[in-house]
């Protein structure tokens, strides 16, 4: 009985293994454990300074400049060094909306609020490359419009 | 002890006899040529980056963050080590700040910087120290490979050259005002001016 259940036991992992090796694989795109994938090259990222149109009202606009190494961290905001209220007119940046002065509760701050202090978690910058995956966002404006044209 | 001095300095103040005023002159130059290069270089030696980085608060911190910038590694391939931003190229600068920084090797010797928490308790006085230098000689450093007049504002971007042209271009700015942290990381820089 004690063999049974140690045979059982390692028949178990051994198929389990040979299952997660299969998933290992696929996230290494099939190349054997022993050889080196060949890296795609980085792409580069967008930066010509020209705004980009927003999909709906409540997105984070899309940053359309370098941010490499800008420190965020405890000692130091470098984005606020240009988009902080105090900033703006020297920068001529786009100064943060008062939604970053509002905490979670509605109430204005006089400070950029703790949550939104973090930029780069809500505000990204693109890169020049093809979508991995396609997207078929439709805007707001346009199924309404599409509604419209099927009631005629 | 006195006595020794004195019969010393009568050996020097007596003339050659052994030899000649030529070679006396000539053997005087010669070893002075070989004293200042010697004294050169040294100053060489301690002018690379290996040897800025030879102590480990220099390689630990500030070596590490600027492995990561456009400094240490860029599209040209062209590297800024430590020397070039914090040593000036003039004879007389060089050796002003080599005087200056003997304090700072000064302090490594006896411990004052020889952990993390500890250099970055130093680091905004330590930085303060820079801005304030390449403040007053204009960002030399900087200027030394990066020349105003050859910028080609049309290949830069918009924020760039919307600032260059402007403070910049009129002297009202210099690079380090607006570049504060290009290589390093930065301290808190609550109340500094420029940060919010």
Redesign the interface.
């Known amino acids: 009985m004690n063999k049974f259940i140690t045979l059982l036991t390692i028949f178990g992992v051994l198929t389990a293994s040979a299952l997660f090796a299969q998933d290992i694989a696929t996230l290494r795109n099939g190349v054997e454990i022993s050889k080196q994938e060949k890296s795609q090259p980085i792409p580069n990222p967008i ?1 010509d ?1 020209i705004k980009v149109g927003r999909n709906y009202p409540m997105q984070p606009p899309i940053i359309p ?2 941010i ?2 800008y ?1 965020v ?6 984005c ?2 240009c988009h ?1 209220r ?2 703006i007119s ?4 786009t100064m943060v909306s008062v939604t970053h002065y509002m905490d979670r509760d509605g109430n204005f701050l006089a400070e950029v609020s703790p949550r939104r202090y973090f930029c780069t978690q809500c505000h990204v910058t693109q890169h020049d490359t093809k979508p991995l995956v396609e997207n078929d966002f439709i805007d707001m404006q346009k199924l309404i419009a599409i509604r419209a044209e099927k009631a005629k | 002890m006195k006595n020794l001095i004195v019969k010393y300095w009568q050996i020097l103040r007596k003339p050659s006899v052994h030899f000649s005023l030529g070679f006396l002159t000539l053997g005087g130059f010669i070893a002075g040529i070989f004293f200042w290069g010697g004294f050169n270089t040294a100053l060489e030696v301690s002018n690379t980056e290996a040897f800025c980085i030879s102590c480990h608060e220099m390689e630990d911190n500030v070596y590490e963050e600027l492995k ?3 400094h240490y590694t860029n599209r040209s391939g062209v590297r800024a080590t430590c020397p070039d931003c914090h040593v000036p190229h003039e004879w007389t600068n060089k050796i002003a700040r080599k005087m200056q920084a003997s304090k700072e090797v000064w302090g490594k010797i006896f411990g004052t910087i020889d952990t993390r928490d500890k250099f970055l308790e130093h680091r905004l006085t330590l930085a303060q120290h820079e801005w304030a230098r390449l403040k007053a000689n204009d960002s030399l450093e900087c200027r030394n490979c990066h020349n105003f007049e050859f910028m080609d504002f049309t290949a830069q ?3 760039a050259v ?2 260059h042209s402007t403070s910049l271009a009129n002297g009202d700015k210099t690079c380090i005002d607006c570049h504060k ?1 290009i290589a390093h ?5 609550k109340g500094i001016e ?3």
């Open positions: 930066k300074d400049h370098n490499r190494d420190q961290d405890l000692n130091v905001n470098k606020l060094s902080s105090n900033r020297e920068s001529q940046a | 990561s910038t456009i971007g918009k924020r919307q600032q942290g990381q930065l301290p808190d820089m420029g940060w919010h």
